[in-house]
């Protein structure tokens, strides 16, 4: 391969002779390189295919999901996929996620992150070549372009040509299809945090909160700017990701590689056919360049601007069917296969590329943490208690010598129907409780109440202890008094003369 620096960077510079003594610093004429527009060409095989198949499901997941119903009940609402901020609820069909189990939502987003690692180690950027938003709506404009401007050579003559009524009629009716599915963008993004149907006429009657004007005026600002006219510039320029993943790849990772040692010396069907010993099976038709949706050349080796969407594939397989040679010179390959292919050897076959230490290790992780989620989710208990103890004053004295101590308790009800809880003590001998909305008198080991669904309720609560008790740790235990019968426990200190709290 011509450039085997990962990053396309090129080293040679490095062993240049330093600028003689006294001469001015060399400083470089351009920071920034001119974009050159990409028009890729229109290509149809296995690997396109496979990526309509991805951009219809991303983006339908991503269109559709706010407006699936999924009845929860009277009490919390019937959007499949909601982020509450208001109740600060998480939703996701049969699943509720309340602030204090924001772990789950951690675990998910550490998942998503091994789950890079692990397809990066095992199929290169198959994440950015195929379900990345960057590249799944830049694909999108792509054919919006298409379809208003035509195929690659008709867009690169329209490019040239002067502005005139035909061009501008074209931009103007173009970019106001990019504006509508920037705004579409953005108005579906905001779905996800509020009741859709309710949202989208608050919307257009103008009472939807500030915020959500706000939003979708940045998403489709950004959806319209990015995807529309910045395209690979965002790949290679501004994500990080390409970066990272550099340092994740290894020599039995998949790439998309063009095999040099086949195809090389490149020569047209003309002249390999007058001279077969000299030419290799690269015809130097461009096609691979022509579709590529960064507007690189593969042939120059591995490159930061390659998303491995596989296109070049598609186009070069097609071109090898038609002079007659085997499909493959470009190929989805391992560094450590080519030198074996190169060699004469036979490559290992995939699933030993996929199944490797390191790609299983990726996996268990992922796979374990996935599965100590649904272990939580299974056996989580729908009810929860926290206590605050009063801290000024810590205790009182009753008159005939009692400390009393004063704790705010929380009580979740994380069912969607009211429950009948009893809270108790555990520990602190002879102690009684009791709460502002019962009579002193009522005092005893336990009380019982009704928590409304779905909600969390602030109980002022009062435990008094016999005269003498000395200062100790004891607990409240809330139960649910219903076929669950489901309990949480908060320990906490009882405060008393002898010892400051
Ligand atoms: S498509 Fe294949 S044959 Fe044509 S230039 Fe690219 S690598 Fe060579
Ligand atoms: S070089 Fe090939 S795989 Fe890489 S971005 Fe271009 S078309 Fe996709």
Same mark, same amino acid.
Request: net charge positive.
């Given at each position: 391969?011509?450039?085997?620096?990962?990053?396309?960077?090129?080293?040679?510079?490095?062993?240049?002779?330093?600028?003689?003594?006294?001469?001015?610093? $060399?400083?470089?004429?351009?920071?920034?390189?001119?974009?050159?527009?990409?028009h890729?060409?229109r290509?149809?095989?296995?690997?396109?295919?496979?990526?309509?198949?991805?951009?219809?499901?991303?983006?339908?997941?991503?269109?559709?999901?706010?407006?699936? &119903?999924?009845?929860?009940?009277?009490? *919390?609402?019937?959007?499949?996929?909601?982020?509450?901020? *208001?109740?600060?609820?998480?939703?996701?069909?049969?699943?509720?996620?309340?602030?204090?189990?924001?772990?789950?939502?951690?675990?998910?987003?550490?998942?998503?992150?091994?789950?890079?690692?692990?397809?990066?180690?095992?199929?290169?950027?198959?994440?950015?070549?195929?379900?990345?938003?960057?590249?799944?709506?830049?694909?999108v404009f792509q054919h919006v372009d298409r379809f208003v401007d035509g195929d690659r050579?008709a867009r690169?003559?329209l490019d040239?040509?002067?502005?005139?009524?035909s061009k501008i009629a074209r931009r103007a009716f173009k970019w106001t299809i990019y504006l509508v599915i920037?705004?579409?963008?953005?108005?579906?993004?905001?779905?996800?945090?509020?009741?859709?149907?309710?949202?989208?006429?608050?919307?257009?009657?103008?009472?939807?909160?500030?915020?959500?004007?706000?939003?979708?005026?940045?998403?489709?600002?950004?959806?319209?700017?990015?995807?529309g006219?910045?395209?690979?510039?965002?790949?290679?320029?501004?994500?990080?990701?390409? &970066?990272?993943?550099?340092?994740?790849?290894? $020599?039995?990772?998949?790439?998309?590689?063009?095999?040099?040692?086949?195809?090389?010396?490149?020569?047209?069907?003309?002249?390999?056919?007058?001279?077969?010993?000299?030419?290799?099976?690269?015809?130097?038709?461009?096609?691979?360049?022509?579709?590529?949706?960064?507007?690189?050349?593969?042939? $120059?080796?591995?490159?930061?601007?390659?998303?491995?969407?596989?296109?070049?594939?598609?186009?070069?397989?097609?071109?090898?069917?038609?002079?007659?040679?085997?499909?493959?010179?470009?190929?989805?390959?391992?560094?450590?296969?080519?030198?074996?292919?190169?060699?004469?050897?036979?490559?290992?076959?995939?699933?030993?590329?996929?199944?490797?230490?390191?790609?299983?290790?990726?996996?268990?992780?992922?796979?374990?943490?996935?599965?100590?989620?649904?272990?939580?989710?299974?056996?989580?208990?729908?009810?929860?208690?926290?206590?605050?103890?009063?801290?000024?004053?810590?205790?009182?004295?009753?008159?005939?010598?009692?400390?009393?101590?004063?704790?705010?308790?929380?009580?979740?009800?994380?069912?969607?129907?009211?429950?009948?809880?009893?809270?108790?003590?555990?520990?602190?001998?002879?102690?009684?409780?009791?709460?502002?909305?019962?009579? &002193?008198?009522?005092?005893?080991?336990?009380?019982?109440?009704?928590? *409304?669904?779905?909600?969390?309720?602030?109980?002022?609560?009062?435990?008094?202890?016999?005269?003498?008790?000395?200062?100790?740790?004891?607990?409240?235990?809330?139960?649910?008094?219903?076929?669950?019968?489901?309990?949480? &426990?908060?320990?906490?200190?009882?405060?008393?003369?002898? $010892?400051?709290?």
């Amino acid at each position: 391969m011509n450039n085997p620096d990962p990053l396309g960077l090129d080293w040679t510079n490095l062993s240049a002779p330093p600028p003689p003594e006294g001469a001015p610093p $060399e400083v470089p004429q351009k920071f920034f390189e001119k974009r050159k527009a990409v028009h890729p060409q229109r290509i149809d095989g296995p690997f396109r295919r496979f990526k309509w198949l991805v951009m219809l499901v991303t983006l339908g997941i991503y269109y559709v999901t706010p407006w699936i &119903r999924w009845d929860r009940g009277p009490y *919390a609402p019937d959007q499949a996929v909601l982020v509450d901020l *208001a109740h600060r609820r998480f939703y996701m069909f049969g699943i509720e996620i309340w602030p204090h189990e924001f772990y789950f939502v951690a675990g998910l987003l550490i998942m998503a992150g091994i789950g890079l690692f692990l397809v990066t180690s095992a199929v290169g950027r198959a994440w950015c070549g195929y379900s990345c938003p960057q590249t799944v709506w830049t694909d999108v404009f792509q054919h919006v372009d298409r379809f208003v401007d035509g195929d690659r050579n008709a867009r690169m003559r329209l490019d040239k040509a002067p502005w005139g009524p035909s061009k501008i009629a074209r931009r103007a009716f173009k970019w106001t299809i990019y504006l509508v599915i920037s705004f579409w963008t953005g108005g579906a993004w905001i779905m996800y945090f509020a009741d859709a149907p309710t949202l989208t006429a608050d919307f257009w009657t103008g009472q939807a909160a500030p915020v959500a004007y706000i939003t979708v005026a940045i998403l489709t600002a950004t959806t319209f700017v990015l995807g529309g006219f910045m395209r690979e510039q965002v790949c290679i320029y501004m994500c990080p990701w390409p &970066r990272i993943q550099a340092a994740m790849l290894d $020599e039995k990772s998949l790439l998309v590689t063009y095999k040099d040692w086949r195809g090389e010396p490149r020569g047209s069907v003309k002249k390999s056919a007058k001279n077969p010993d000299n030419f290799g099976d690269c015809i130097d038709c461009n096609q691979c360049v022509a579709v590529c949706p960064t507007g690189i050349d593969i042939r $120059e080796g591995p490159q930061i601007g390659c998303i491995t969407c596989a296109l070049c594939i598609d186009a070069c397989d097609r071109v090898m069917k038609e002079v007659g040679r085997p499909r493959g010179l470009i190929d989805y390959a391992t560094l450590e296969d080519c030198t074996r292919e190169a060699a004469g050897e036979t490559p290992r076959p995939v699933w030993q590329t996929l199944l490797r230490p390191r790609t299983l290790v990726y996996f268990s992780i992922w796979a374990g943490i996935g599965l100590g989620l649904m272990f939580a989710l299974g056996t989580r208990s729908r009810t929860d208690l926290t206590v605050a103890a009063d801290r000024n004053p810590p205790f009182m004295l009753m008159s005939d010598g009692s400390p009393r101590n004063a704790f705010t308790l929380k009580l979740r009800n994380m069912q969607n129907r009211q429950r009948r809880m009893e809270v108790s003590l555990s520990g602190l001998p002879g102690g009684v409780v009791w709460n502002d909305r019962m009579a &002193r008198t009522d005092a005893a080991r336990s009380m019982t109440l009704t928590v *409304a669904a779905d909600s969390t309720q602030a109980l002022r609560t009062y435990v008094l202890a016999p005269p003498g008790t000395a200062p100790q740790v004891f607990a409240f235990v809330l139960r649910s008094l219903d076929a669950e019968g489901e309990s949480a &426990r908060s320990e906490t200190r009882f405060a008393a003369p002898g $010892e400051a709290r």
